[in-house]
């Protein structure tokens, strides 16, 4: 009695753990939007969505299907272009455009800058949950600083180079960092031919592809196949002077620490 009963109660749990297993290989390819609705669905599809496997499994599938989002200068909006369906994302706390500027994309999230005079705050913003951070008072900078972010799965560190207001010698400068936890990253470069297209004022990469933006031209390059072709994107970015960044969709936080 006592194996039949064992039998079962194994037979079930391997039942169990298939049906996760097919659950969160279909869910985890759905966009964010969705999932967030999904959670209400039950609290056991709560309980898997909200789990860090899950939001890692999303964030490698969404790696390798990324979309484009284009940070339009003199509107109060993102466009992201996933194939032939275009979406538009209002800046969060209703940034003035002429004020922000985009570093990077990385994990799902954006890091936008606000400038107000000599003072400037740093967000780290996920557009698909609305989520956003608001990182630490920085040091005042008698110029515009440069930053730059390193991350890996699940983790970032933001580098500040600032000009502090307190040395008067031209041209010193100084390093600050804001980290969540060790972060790692690693470089990469690809070989091409040359095709005279004329000035290219932005590029940005996409899996094996890279997009190459002139004035009101936009032409994506196959690195695998080495092909080119011409995007009919002038209609909707046309006089926009956009900046394109490759995106993935996540669950993660803003602080980019799952499990917490």
């Known amino acids: 009695m006592d194996n039949v009963r064992c039998t079962s109660i194994c037979t079930w749990t391997e039942n169990w753990v298939e049906e996760e297993d097919i659950t969160t290989n279909i869910l985890s390819r759905l966009p964010v939007k969705s999932l967030l609705m999904c959670k209400s669905v039950s609290k056991r599809w709560r309980r898997l969505i909200c789990s860090p496997d899950f939001v890692l499994s999303q964030l490698r599938w969404s790696r390798e299907n990324p979309s484009l989002i284009f ?13 032939e369906v275009f979406e538009r994302i209002p800046l969060p706390f209703g940034q003035r455009p002429n004020n922000c500027d985009m570093i990077c994309s990385f994990n799902g999230f954006i890091c936008l800058t606000n400038y107000i005079g000599r003072n400037h705050n740093i967000l780290i913003w996920n557009p698909a949950t609305q989520e956003v951070q608001l990182l630490p008072t920085t040091t005042l900078s008698k110029k515009p600083p ?20 307190s040395k008067s010698q031209p041209g010193y400068c100084e390093c600050e960092d804001y980290k969540n ?8 470069s690809e ?8 000035y290219v004022f932005s590029v940005v990469a ?7 933006m002139l004035v009101e031209r936009y032409f994506l ?31 993660l936080p803003c602080t980019g620490t799952i499990g917490t």
Do not use: H
């Open 71 to 83: 940070f339009l200068r003199y509107e109060n909006e993102l466009i992201k272009i996933s194939g």
């Open 221 to 251: 390059y196959n690195i695998g196949s080495r092909t080119w072709r011409e995007l009919d994107w002038g209609d909707v970015l046309r006089r926009k002077y956009p900046t394109a960044f490759a995106f993935t969709e996540s669950l």
């Open 181 to 188: 936890e060790a972060i790692w990253f690693r470089k990469c």
């Open 206 to 212: 996409q899996k094996n592809e890279i997009l190459f």
């Open 191 to 198: 070989d091409m031919p040359i095709l005279e297209i004329g």
């Open 146 to 165: 440069k930053i730059g972010v390193a991350y890996g799965p699940g983790t970032y560190k933001l580098f500040r180079i600032f000009y502090p207001a």
